[in-house]
T-cell receptor, first 112, second 114 residues
Framework: EPEVTQTPSHQVTQMGQEVILRCVPI?????FYWYRQILGQKVEFLVS????????KSEIFDDQFSVERPDGSNFTLKIRSTKLEDSAMYFC??????????FGDGTRLSIL | ELKVEQNPLFLSMQEGKNYTIYCNYS?????LYWYRQDPGKSLESLFV?????AVKQEGRLMASLDTKARLSTLHITAAVHDLSATYFCAVDPTRYNAGNMLTFGGGTRLMVKP
């Protein structure tokens, strides 16, 4: 069964550094998403992306965050200057229309 | 702002018992999803409920949606240990557009004891 793949599985970064999280969505999906889950808390929406542009974003997704689809397969989330509170599990998801969003295994981001 | 509330937040139950998890949400929506998450793992899609009165069943789990009451339930029948996980409901508040944000409930951590 096709799946969403994310790399790396774990990223450790110094505070203030830039980090890029990578995702390969399911190939025939058109909608792409990033969510985060702080340890022990609920999953929070960050951003959705369709037709090469952001379709929705949450308050969490401030100027420090950006997304890009640099080629036909990858979908990236960049955090320009990481803060301690950015430590979380980041999930990429993709979907076709109103079908369920399929989630990757996540990248655990640890900010030191 | 859409609020999605699940209860209970934690559920410890014996194998063989039945129980229901509730998901209430605060705005009009007819798209609701249930996901399962094992510790340290990703979210696995369980059910997609797309209309009022929708009922879906898979094994020992059954999900339903009442859009008028803004309530979804996840019913567990004759629980087994393998069902131990955290269950999230998620609501898509947008009626006509696809591919929009999901708002998740706080999750119900289910522990099934032998």
């Amino acid at each position: 069964e096709p799946e969403v793949t994310q790399t790396p599985s774990h990223q450790v970064t110094q505070m203030g550094q830039e980090v890029i999280l990578r995702c390969v969505p399911i190939s025939n999906h058109l909608y792409f998403y990033w969510y985060r889950q702080i340890l022990g808390q609920k999953v929070e929406f960050l951003v959705s992306f369709y037709n090469n542009e952001i379709s929705e974003k949450s308050e969490i997704f401030d100027d420090q965050f950006s997304v890009e689809r640099p080629d036909g397969s990858n979908f990236t989330l960049k955090i320009r200057s990481t803060k301690l509170e950015d430590s979380a599990m980041y999930f990429c998801a993709s979907s076709v229309s109103a079908q369920p969003q399929h989630f990757g295994d996540g990248t655990r981001l640890s900010i030191l | 702002e859409l609020k999605v509330e699940q209860n209970p937040l934690f559920l410890s139950m014996q194998e063989g018992k039945n129980y229901t998890i509730y998901c209430n949400y605060s705005t009009t929506s007819d798209r609701l999803y249930w996901y399962r998450q094992d510790p340290g793992k990703s979210l696995e899609s369980l059910f997609v409920l797309l209309s009022n009165g929708a009922v879906k069943q898979e094994g020992r789990l059954m999900a339903s949606l009442d859009t008028k009451a803004r309530l979804s339930t996840l019913h567990i029948t004759a629980a087994v240990h393998d069902l131990s996980a955290t269950y999230f409901c998620a609501v898509d508040p947008t009626r006509y557009n696809a591919g929009n944000m999901l708002t998740f409930g706080g999750g119900t951590r289910l522990m099934v004891k032998p």
